[in-house]
């Protein structure tokens, strides 16, 4: 058993330490962030299963806080109304989920953030495909090759690796990153 410990760990050091070459990348996703909360806007994140989590969890970090005292910021995680989520199920279908919450509730100038460890996930995909219509910046955390969202999204963190887990243990830690760049910016 703590070979398989010893593995995991090993395989998540090497993944981790693969982030320093997509330095240029998160902080060019921190600063269109920043721009966006300077004018104002918000943030929708989202994603599913996982991603879904990572998109609540980054979501809460910016509208509390992350290390720092400072303002709320704007950011909804489309991934938390059941209600809302079901009732376009229902009636749209899921692919449909995030996108008709980006049409209700997205304002020009807005970030949205899709993350998805294939980069292939059809919600995740439908709703970035609205950002030209809606004058939003579409940006992405994805995995494996980058799937669609490489050429959806102004900018597609790629993590690279074909391990799910990996990917989304580095989301995590972009989420984190970008969330310090940004208190360093609106911190009181």
Do not use: W
């Not at 090497?14 to 806007?41: H, M, P, T, W, Y």
């Not at 809302?84 to 692919?95: E, H, K, P, R």
Request: one cysteine or more; hydrophobic letters at 40%; charged letters at 25%.
């Amino acid at each position: 058993m703590k070979d398989i410990v010893q593995q995991e760990v090993n395989e998540h050091i090497l993944v981790a330490n693969s982030i320093f070459d997509l330095s240029e990348d998160i902080v060019k996703c921190a600063q269109i962030c920043i721009d966006c909360l300077e004018k104002r806007g918000k943030i929708l994140i989202f994603g599913n299963g996982g991603s879904a989590s990572d998109a609540q969890h980054i979501a809460a970090e910016l509208v509390g806080r992350y290390k720092t005292e400072r303002i709320g910021l704007s950011a909804i995680a489309l991934t938390t109304d059941t209600s809302i989520i079901t009732s376009i199920g229902n009636d749209f279908g899921y692919d449909k989920i995030f996108s008709r919450q980006v049409e209700a509730i997205a304002n020009k100038g807005d970030v949205l953030i899709g993350i998805s460890t294939s980069g292939k996930s059809p919600n995740v995909i439908n709703a970035l495909k609205l950002a030209k219509k809606f004058n939003l910046t579409p940006l992405g955390m994805s995995g494996k090759d980058g799937g669609d969202m490489d050429e959806i999204c102004s900018t597609n963190i790629v993590i690279p690796s074909d391990d799910t887990a990996r990917i989304q243990e580095m989301h995590i830690l972009i989420g984190h990153i970008i969330c310090s760049l940004i208190d360093q910016k609106f911190k009181s």
